[in-house]
């Protein structure tokens, strides 16, 4: 046994491999090259040594203290450093491959580039150590503490790291694929482009955490606490966020592609340009959730709580958005074609000129919706709640609108053509200027609705009720009105050339200048009528038709029609604030383009908005001058003043026209400035 009188010489010189030295004081000691593998160092003190290079291979020094030490480049492979203190020491380089360091205190030491292969940490002080670019492949470092550490290029595949807490760390290009992190801390960790792919970090906690361009392909984040994490730019294909936490995370940019999010809840992250076909969303709760132009095509949606979520320009393209809830949601030009929105509460949402061709709508619920130029052709809509909804200048060719309920809608200028509004309601809807050619109207709900100058030749309109309608110059030549009610209608000025009126009820409606011209009227009804006496009585008394009062010059009508020209004024004012409203929000569209630097003032657009702004101005000058005055004179109209009444209806049908075709013209401004930069 060497005491403590030995020289240090002495020491030096015969220290041995597989020697006996436990509990001795080798502080400070210069030992650099010396060879003591298997030796028994257990409870010594190499506080401040020099062990340089030396062979500590399969040594035991449990309980050892090695504070402040340098073991640059030591081989200590296959050592035992239980409740080891390794505190400040500097171990670059090192060789650890298959270390026993149960309990161990690494902090602050330095093991930058150091070997830990298959080393055993379990329970480890590692806190602000520093193990840039170290290899810790499949270590075991089960509930270790890494608080501030930096681990920046480590590899870490295959390692365990199962309940370890590292908060503040920093694995900046580390690799962790395949790395099992179950319930670990790591708030306000960074781990930018770090690999994760395949890793295991269910449950864990990681509040704050940067993985910006990371990579996390099919990894498994299963109930994982993520909130306020940036994501930005980060590969999550194919991950496992079921149940995840990700309030106010940051997914911009991010690929989701392929990953499940069932149930997870994104309150208030921001998903912007996020790439999520074919992810699974069911049930997720992402509530003013910012998704602006991101790619959901293919995802699953079904039942997940979406409420103003910001979708503006997203690519919903073939998702499945079933019983989901959009409350107030965003999805202003975005693509959900061939999408399935059965059952999808939708009331309140902004769907301007969204795309919804050949969409599955059925009982859905889009009350009090913008739905102005979305385009749904050939869409499901049938059983839907649209009532109060917005869709002016929509696209609903072919649409099946069956049994839809669309009571104080507005469809000005939108275009039904072959549109199936069977059993619909639309009672005291706005369908002027409407393009109905060829729709499918039977049994359809349409009182006291406006359809002044709509198109609805060879419509199918079996057993409508029209009741109190105004079709003020609208064209239903070619129609099949059978069974329809057209009582106390406005038919002045109406096409019903080659129309079929069979069974029809036309008491009480207004049939001045209406035009009859090959039209088949069979087992009708008339009377209480204004115009058309003459031909009525000539052509169609002895057809079965049925006359239950006198045919009367004077209008009694006329009074409640007075209220539908003011409906018609109220429109044509909301469409002068819809135009200046797309003016200005394409000027700020521009606006913000410009700071941006995209485009410089000298762009095409500045000078198009200038040019609306003159047309704005011009056209709602005239209008309030002609018409609002002439409005006024019409309020004071008498009974034989209908001439009068058609002609100032005929000029508010022209100024809606021309208010309409405007609009079109900004909007479509718009749609080529998005396209020019990217944005949509």
Known sequence: MITSATSASYMEENLQPYGDYSGQNFEGRILININLNHANLSNTNFNGANLTNANLSGANLSGA??????LIDANLSGAILTNTILRRANLKNANLREVQATNTNFGSSKLSNACLVKASLIKSQIRGADLTSADLGQANL??????????????????????????????KQANLEGAVLK???????????????????????????????????????????????NFTGANLEGVNLQEAQLHEAKLKEANLQAANLSGATLTGA?????????????????????????????????????????????????A??????????????????????????????????AVLIKAQISNAHLSRCNLISANFNEADLSNSDLNHSDLSRANLTKTDLSAAKLIGAKLIASVLADSNLRNANLSRTNLSDAYLVSAELGDCELRRSNLSNANLSDTMMYGADLAGSNLLNAD?????????????????????????????DLQGADLTRINLSDTKIERSKFGGNQGGKNEILERFKNNGNIFTGSFVESCF????????????FSVIGELFDEFENVIDFLNAEADSLEQLGRIDRSNWVFDRIAEYKIIFANSRRKVDYNIQVEAGIFLDLGEDDTEDFAEILNEVSVAVKTVVTNIKMVENCQQQLYEENGII
């Open 142 to 171: 089960r509930e270790v503490d890494l608080t501030g550490a930096r681990l920046v290029e480590a590899q870490l595949c295959n390692c365990d790291l199962s309940l370890a807490t590292i908060n503040r760390a920093n694995f």
């Open 270 to 318: 921001n998903l912007h340009n996020v790439r999520m076909n074919h992810a699974i969303l069911r049930n997720a709760q992402l509530h003013g959730v910012f998704l602006r132009c991101g790619d959901l095509s293919d995802a699953i949606l079904t039942e997940a709580k979406l409420d103003r979520i910001q979708l503006r320009g997203a690519k919903l393209c073939n």
């Open 183 to 229: 319930e670990a801390i790591l708030n306000n960790s960074t781990m930018d482009r770090a690999n994760l792919n395949q890793a295991d970090l269910r449950e864990i906690e990681a509040r704050c955490v940067r993985l910006t361009n990371a990579t996390l392909c099919n990894a498994n984040l299963h109930k994982a606490k993520l909130r306020r994490s």
């Open 320 to 353: 499945n958005l079933a019983k989901a809830r959009l409350k107030n949601a965003d999805l202003s030009f975005a693509d959900l074609s061939y999408a399935n929105l059965n059952e999808v509460e939708l009331e309140g949402a902004n769907l301007y000129r």
């Open 65 to 70: 203290t090695l504070r402040g030490a340098s």
């Open 557 to 568: 009508l006329l009074e409640e029609f007075k209220s539908d020209i003011k409906d018609r």
């Open 476 to 504: 239903l030549s070619n129609s099949q009105l059978e069974e329809t009610h057209l009582n106390r209608a406005y038919l002045v000025n109406t096409n019903l050339s080659n129309a079929r009126l069979i069974n029809t």
